[in-house]
């Protein structure tokens, strides 16, 4: 069973970047979509981008799309979130996520078997 740890979170100033890491443990990643999901305080944890592993293709949502890639590294087993143009708004623990691929991108979290721990964003104004 794949285990998923992220890293990277912290304090950034609106407009700033940051960049999260997955890194996957147990397995390597095989023919998985990985997303990351985040949570505000008080609302629900929602999708924002994904990658699938084996193509490396793409689907980002349209609050992210241009500000926020998603990649991969096969030799690290790892998948990143680069930040930028970040809002206050979009203060939240985020969650890298993984399932199996199937023919459709998945964006509801219980469709996402694999789950990290979180980390936090915090974007000050």
């Known amino acids: 069973q794949v285990q998923l740890v992220e890293s990277g979170g912290g304090l950034v100033q609106a407009g700033g970047s940051l960049r999260l890491s997955c890194a996957a443990s147990g397995r390597t990643f095989n023919n998985e979509d990985v997303a990351w999901f985040r949570q505000a305080p008080g609302k629900g944890r929602d999708f924002i981008i994904a990658?699938?592993?084996?193509?490396?293709?793409?689907y980002a949502t349209a609050p992210v799309k241009g500000r926020f890639t998603i990649s991969r590294d096969n030799a690290k087993n790892s998948v990143y979130l680069q930040m930028n143009s970040l809002k206050p708004e979009e203060t939240a623990v985020y969650y890298c996520?993984?399932?199996?691929?199937?023919?459709?991108?998945?964006?509801?979290?219980?469709?996402?078997?694999?789950w990290g721990q979180g980390t936090q964003v915090t974007v000050s104004s």
């Open positions: 990658i699938n592993w084996n193509d490396g293709s793409t």
């Open positions: 996520a993984a399932r199996s691929r199937t023919s459709s991108w998945w964006t509801r979290p219980k469709r996402y078997d694999i």
